[in-house]
């Protein structure tokens, strides 16, 4: 009922879209864009397209223009997603399922920071061989697959001192029964739990990734690739416990509000938005943190990998304010796995 509801209400927009002028000095524009991202349309969709990405465009010089007058600590541009509409962006991407707090169970355990704890003033995970190239969940809800991969790519290199790519595929056909549904979304806790049941997963290599769900679960034992026995949950909303784990324990997984326009076209600088909210709905991966100053100001904030490839942000990953009230819920659903 769903997405039939939803295919009524893309097709009344389409229709009030496709009798809207496009904007002829951008043709050149739009051509070079779909040639770059190598995009092709039918003939009835791509004036819908065109004015989705005119909108969007449009929108990201605004905020640019805003940008250049001090008004924001971070720039947009467009990139491979910009022919679609922020309700189509948010539904096929963004699929990370939050923990409840009544869904903890009993015996989680949680992460013991302390008060008095000196942390370094910045970490890089990347410099350390810990985290693998930045990936590409294309259009799939699979974010929750590949926040669990590089968290668990992170303890492996700790253990073994070995970086290998785990396979998201895995997760998203094999841990079904735990309540993840592949590319509608699921949950990383849980992504974890499949494995350590499971007593592995395999790696990319042996069990590539396909930008779908549907498939039976093709996990061989034989070729494990990596395992963990546990997981362990940051307190809620202590930006001091998140900074003192990834500080010591490597990438951590976590959750972020990824469903405002500025966070789905952010290029560069510090991601400090007003409507970013404390409601997770994308999954990412913290592998570090740090600091700028300029003018005499010094800015903290959280260096975070995503999986909507390198084109997005700077080369794939996204610095977030920190220590500014848990800003787009950073700290609010912050998990890893060990071993």
């Not at 707090?101 to 704890?117: H, R, V």
């Not at 799939?140 to 697959?145: D, E, L, R, T, Y």
């Not at 001192?161 to 949950?187: A, R």
Request: hydrophobic share 35%.
């Amino acid at each position: 009922m769903l997405s039939f509801c939803w295919l009524i209400m893309t097709t009344l927009v389409f229709l009030k879209v496709s009798c809207s002028p496009v904007n002829l000095a951008l043709e050149g524009a739009w051509k070079g864009w779909k040639e770059t991202h190598t995009k092709d349309y039918l003939e009835e969709e791509e004036a819908f397209r065109r004015m989705v990405w005119e909108k969007n465009l449009w929108r990201i010089e605004q905020h640019n223009l805003e940008a250049a007058r001090g008004k924001h600590s971070f720039q947009l541009a467009m990139n491979h997603l910009g022919d679609l509409t922020d309700e189509e962006f948010n539904q096929m991407l963004n699929g990370f399922q939050p923990n409840l707090a009544e869904e903890y169970e009993e015996g989680d355990t949680y992460f013991q920071g302390s008060a008095t704890e000196e942390t370094p003033k910045q970490v890089d995970w990347r410099t350390k061989g810990y985290v693998t190239p930045v990936k590409n969940q294309g259009r799939c809800g699979s974010c929750w697959a590949f926040s669990a991969t590089g968290a668990l790519e992170g303890l492996l290199f700790k253990k073994t001192g070995k970086l290998v790519s785990l396979s998201e595929q895995n997760l998203m056909d094999c841990s079904w029964k735990l309540g993840n549904k592949g590319c509608h979304g699921g949950y990383v806790s849980h992504a974890f739990e499949y494995v350590w049941q499971n007593g592995g997963i395999d790696s990319e290599q042996d069990y590539p990734y396909q930008e779908k769900d549907g498939f039976n679960c093709q996990y061989k034992p034989e070729t494990r690739a990596g395992n963990c026995t546990s997981l362990v949950r940051i307190p809620p909303e202590n930006e001091t416990a998140l900074e003192q784990a990834v500080a010591t324990m490597g990438p951590i997984s976590l959750g972020v509000d990824a469903r405002s326009f500025q966070f789905h076209f952010y290029k560069s600088g510090i991601f400090a938005s007003r409507w970013c909210t404390h409601h997770v709905n994308h999954a990412m991966l913290a592998v570090g943190y740090g600091a700028e100053q300029e003018d005499n100001k010094t800015t903290n904030y959280w260096i975070l990998k995503n999986s909507w490839t390198e084109k997005w942000g700077e080369q794939g990953y996204m610095r977030l304010v920190k220590g500014d009230d848990n800003h787009c819920g950073v700290a609010n659903q912050a998990c890893y796995p060990i071993m």
